[in-house]
């Protein structure tokens, strides 16, 4: 058979200490307004790695991977847009993943 596509080989990466991954279920005025978009451009520049998405009860989840530090800022940043309406919120902590290299917004 032929082999058109190469697959692609993961790297395990090597994370900093002190790395967590959270994921959050956010619901409240959180779809339409850019809030995944809102998310990533908070978490890229802190070398978040993760990922948001929409669900289709009209709430939304994030996957956060860095210190918790930089993972607690982006969400008080979140808190503070003001079209952002966050009525609940809940978190827990979750394995790494090794193999993750940006932040991404599902589809």
């Known amino acids: 058979m032929f082999k058109l596509f190469k697959?692609?080989?993961?790297?395990?990466?090597?994370l900093p200490p002190g790395t967590i991954r959270k994921e959050f279920h956010f619901e409240g005025n959180v779809q339409?307004?850019?809030?995944?978009?809102?998310?990533?451009?908070?978490?890229?520049?802190?070398?978040i790695t993760g990922y948001a998405k929409n669900n289709d009860d009209g709430s939304v989840t994030a996957e956060l991977q860095g210190t918790e530090k930089n993972i607690n800022k982006v969400i008080n940043d979140l808190h503070?847009?003001?079209?952002?309406?966050?009525?609940?919120?809940?978190e827990k902590e979750i394995p790494l993943d090794y193999?993750?290299?940006?932040f991404y917004i599902l589809y």
Request: aromatic share 8%; hydrophobic share 30%; proline share 3%.
């Open 7 to 14: 697959k692609k080989e993961k790297i395990k990466r090597e």
């Open 80 to 90: 503070n847009i003001d079209r952002i309406q966050i009525d609940s919120m809940t």
């Open 32 to 47: 339409n307004i850019g809030f995944r978009f809102e998310v990533q451009s908070h978490a890229k520049p802190l070398g």
């Open 99 to 102: 193999y993750e290299n940006d």
